[in-house]
């Protein structure tokens, strides 16, 4: 089957089973990526580190979202 074929099944489908069908489809792209998450760490770690060390200055939070 090919993706127009496979959507036009789907469309055919009651609204329940199309809600499942998507929902399916969501979950199967938003799949946790391990190295990203081991460099976001890693940078969070770093970030910290030169924060406590007095190498890096905080910005206050009322600072960060005043123009929002």
């Known amino acids: ?10 469309i ?4 329940e ?3 499942l069908v998507i929902e399916g489809l969501l979950k199967s792209l938003d799949q946790p990526d391990r190295k990203l998450d081991d460099i976001w760490a890693e940078e ?7 924060y406590r ?3 890096l200055q905080g910005i ?4 960060v ?3 929002r």
Request: glycine letters at 2%.
């Open 1 to 10: 089957m090919n993706s127009k074929e496979i959507l036009q099944s789907a």
């Open 12 to 15: 055919s489908l009651k609204p």
């Open 17 to 19: 089973e199309r809600f």
């Open 44 to 50: 969070a770690s770093k970030r910290l580190t030169a």
């Open 53 to 55: 060390e007095g190498r």
């Open 60 to 63: 206050a939070m009322e600072e």
């Open 65 to 67: 979202f005043k123009d």
